[in-house]
T-cell receptor, first 114, second 116 residues
Framework: DAKTTQPPSMDCAEGRAANLPCNHS???????VYWYRQIHSQGPQYIIH???NNETNEMASLIITEDRKSSTLILPHATLRDTAVYYC???????????????FGRGTQLTVWP | SAVISQKPSRDICQRGTSLTIQCQVD?????MFWYRQQPGQSLTLIAT?????????ESGFVIDKFPISRPNLTFSTLTVSNMSPEDSSIYLC?????????????FGPGTRLTVL
């Protein structure tokens, strides 16, 4: 079951930063925060994940609050190609051969406009 | 990352027939997963397919309806059996392993199924 809450939709002007919030107030100590996005008619695309430290890669930055009850995905310079549904997912990382399942909620539809 | 392909990309099928969807990964992986995405909905996990063992199905999904094979570490199939219009969905496979290049879960492009 999805354990996250996201706004259903957001808008962002091209070239500006897109900040997508996610609440995960019941997150456990061994659960990671993952972000995926799904561009229309394509499979979900992995963006970034983190446990408690802020993370950055070539696509985005992930800011996790100190109490880990919420996080923000930041696309620093949004483009029209970033229009997609963004999913915030919490997942247990398990040792050995068993990996935690991904449970997708409804996500946030981000629309980037020119 | 890794390249995950699916066949067919789309199909239109008659009620009562079955369709087998293939998923190919370009590297060996421990875990493969099958998801369903109904029109306008989010993704729902159907089952986890591990090589050398029976697939593990999520609540609401049964092996008779969605038999899965995992003959090796790069390939899996999902069959949608005795189809009805309610099975019209996008079916997606994904793969994950403990180390690079698949140290997180990556998805195929999906198979769009329409049942008449």
């Amino acid at each position: 079951d999805a354990k996250t809450t996201q706004p259903p939709s957001m808008d962002c002007a091209e070239g500006r930063a897109a900040n997508l919030p996610c609440n995960h107030s019941t997150i456990s100590g061994n659960e990671y925060v993952y972000w995926y996005r799904q561009i229309h008619s394509q499979g979900p695309q992995y963006i970034i994940h983190g446990l408690k430290n802020n993370e950055t890669n070539e696509m985005a930055s992930l800011i996790i609050t100190e109490d880990r009850k919420s996080s923000t995905l930041i696309l620093p310079h949004a483009t029209l190609r970033d229009t997609a549904v963004y999913y915030c997912i919490v997942r247990v990382e398990l040792r050995g051969s068993t990996l935690g399942r991904l449970y997708f909620g409804r996500g946030t539809q981000l629309t980037v406009w020119p | 990352s890794a390249v995950i392909s699916q066949k067919p990309s789309r199909d239109i099928c008659q009620r009562g027939t079955s369709l087998t969807i293939q998923c190919q990964v370009d590297s060996q992986v421990t875990m493969m997963f099958w998801y369903r995405q109904q029109p306008g909905q989010s993704l729902t996990l159907i089952a986890t397919a591990n090589q050398g063992s029976e697939a593990t199905y999520e609540s609401g999904f049964v092996i008779d309806k969605f038999p899965i094979s995992r003959p090796n570490l790069t390939f899996s199939t999902l069959t949608v059996s005795n189809m009805s219009p309610e099975d019209s969905s996008i079916y997606l496979c994904s793969a994950e392993d403990r180390g690079p290049p698949l140290d997180t879960q990556y998805f195929g492009p999906g198979t769009r199924l329409t049942v008449l």
